[in-house]
């Protein structure tokens, strides 16, 4: 998710094959634990603070000096703290950007002194013991932020590329002006997309439309304010409900793929799928947004992916992923089937040529190798 640095990744992929699996992004991965990250804090002994720690990561796959996460804490008085290192070498993260809205959607970002690489861990502190001492992570990454940050960030110049709500499109669109968009933070690269990516947000998902508004609106401040992005990084974004909400214009380059932005729009649909399953509502509208991109980008068959196609990402969740066959399917293929979900969905698809690699991958990882 984030932008251009072909080099380094390759290197990368070269000398540390087996210990830095984890190069295509930055999540830190805790051992034994699975986004989302669900905290119920609990005292250590009666009238004490509730505490609950997650293990100690993986020691991260690049040099950091920001750790940011997002989640949900619905009780204010909820204590986040990040430890890097261990034994002598712990050390708290002072200082933390913390923002979290009204919904209880939060993010948090902290700063080290100094690049490092030690592994990290997540403390949550409540000092006023109550029924609510609930909190989930949804995601934790540790990077550089000059590596992380978009080029082009700067003073925020003109909305210089034509956005996509102003176009005939052939489904409805929930325009940037209809949910609020704040403009971009620097000007867009342009772009003549050829291929597509579909993605999952990991974050929350949305249970009504207006929900869905206020989660997009949580996920552009994310990605511009802590991931120092120019913009919210997909070109659609796709609701539990069905709606399609306008991310980027899909006429600039956006950022959901390292390494593989440039000619790549980028479909997401909101809420994690490792847990969740996608809605009838939802599929049927990525298809009406493939279809489209199949014609707009002139796109094959094999010019659509899902994220864990390009890198090493659980993105985007194991249940959508078992839905990107048939999807596939009934986007390409020249009649497609009457019906766009049951039976159709049903189905796992077969595991495509290319993906041994990921799975062993991923199986180093739970391995703790
Ligand atoms: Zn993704």
Not at 133 to 146: D, H, I, P, Q
Not at 191 to 200: A, E, G, I, K
Not at 292 to 300: D, E, M, V
Not at 308 to 323: F, I, V
Request: with cysteine.
């Amino acid at each position: 998710m984030k932008f251009l640095r072909p080099v380094t990744a390759a290197l990368l992929l070269l000398s540390m094959p087996v210990l830095y699996v984890y190069c295509g992004e930055p999540i830190l991965i805790f051992k034994g634990a699975k986004y989302p990250l669900k905290a119920h804090a609990l005292p250590r002994s009666p009238g004490a603070p509730a505490v609950y720690e997650t293990p100690m990561s993986e020691i991260p796959a690049e040099a950091y000096d920001t750790v940011i996460m997002q989640g949900m804490m619905p009780d204010p008085s909820v204590t986040i703290q990040v430890v890097t290192g261990e034994g002598a070498s712990a050390r708290e993260l002072e200082k933390p950007v913390i923002k979290r809205f009204p919904n209880g959607r939060f993010w948090l970002k902290f700063r080290t002194d100094a690049s490092t690489r030690e592994p990290v861990r997540i403390k949550v502190t409540q000092k006023t013991p109550s029924g609510a001492s609930f909190l989930s992570v949804y995601e934790a990454e540790a990077f550089s932020e000059a590596a992380e940050a978009e080029e082009g960030a700067g003073e925020p110049r003109e909305y210089a590329a034509v956005p996509y709500s102003d176009k005939s499109l052939p489904f409805p669109l929930v325009a940037r002006t209809t949910w609020k968009a704040k403009p971009p933070k620097a000007s867009y690269t342009a772009d003549s997309p050829v291929r597509f990516t579909l993605h999952h947000t990991a974050g929350e998902f949305p249970a009504s439309y207006s929900a869905a508004v206020a989660e997009i609106q949580f996920i552009q401040d994310y990605h511009q304010s802590a991931k120092k992005w120019i913009d919210i990084g997909y070109h659609f974004l796709i609701s539990p409900q069905g709606d399609i909400f306008e991310g980027r214009p899909a006429t600039v380059v956006g950022a959901h793929v390292l390494n593989h932005n440039s000619g790549n729009t980028g479909v997401s649909f909101m809420g994690n799928y490792t847990e969740e399953t996608p809605t009838k509502a939802a599929l049927e509208a990525f298809l009406k947004v493939g279809r489209h991109l199949r014609t707009a980008n002139n796109a094959g068959s094999k010019d659509f992916k899902a994220h864990r196609d390009w890198a090493a990402t659980e993105c985007p969740g194991d249940k959508l992923y078992a839905r990107v066959g048939d999807l596939r399917t009934q986007i390409f293929d020249k009649e497609p089937a009457l019906s766009v979900y049951s039976p159709v969905f049903q189905a796992p698809a077969a595991v495509p040529p290319g993906l041994k690699a990921y799975s062993e991958l991923a199986e180093a990882v739970s391995a703790g190798k």
